[in-house]
């Protein structure tokens, strides 16, 4: 059985940090790239940060560049978001994502809320 299970959100206030984590099973986790979502409540899905399974490049939503960075690791199968320099318009429901090919994987979500 497929699962990503997220783990690390929070309540945070502005300017703070939060480590959210995906535990990754029942797939080969080093052939997928990961990828981290969020959706705030009443918008759309948008993509925050990918690293690739080939190489291990990254790439970034313009609107948390230089603030988060997410990375893996293959031999836990787990992979990471370090999020500094929290605001509130990061305020959402976190999603944990791993594709290759036909296959496209989701974790449940964890809530991020940055609110002083």
């Known amino acids: 059985e497929v699962q990503l299970v997220e783990s690390g959100g929070g309540l945070v206030q502005p300017g703070g940090s939060l480590r959210l984590s995906c535990a990754a099973s029942g797939f080969t986790f080093s052939s997928y790239a990961m990828s981290w979502y969020r959706q705030a409540l009443g918008k759309e899905l948008e993509l925050v940060a990918l690293?690739?399974?080939?190489?291990?490049?990254?790439h970034y939503a313009d609107s948390v560049k230089g603030r988060f960075t997410t990375s893996r690791d293959n031999a836990k199968n787990t992979v990471s978001l370090r999020m500094n320099g929290l605001e509130p318009d990061d305020t959402s429901v976190y999603y944990c994502n791993a594709v290759r090919r036909i296959y496209n994987y989701w974790g449940q979500g964890t809530q991020v809320t940055v609110s002083s």
């Open positions: 690293i690739l399974s080939v190489g291990g490049s990254m």
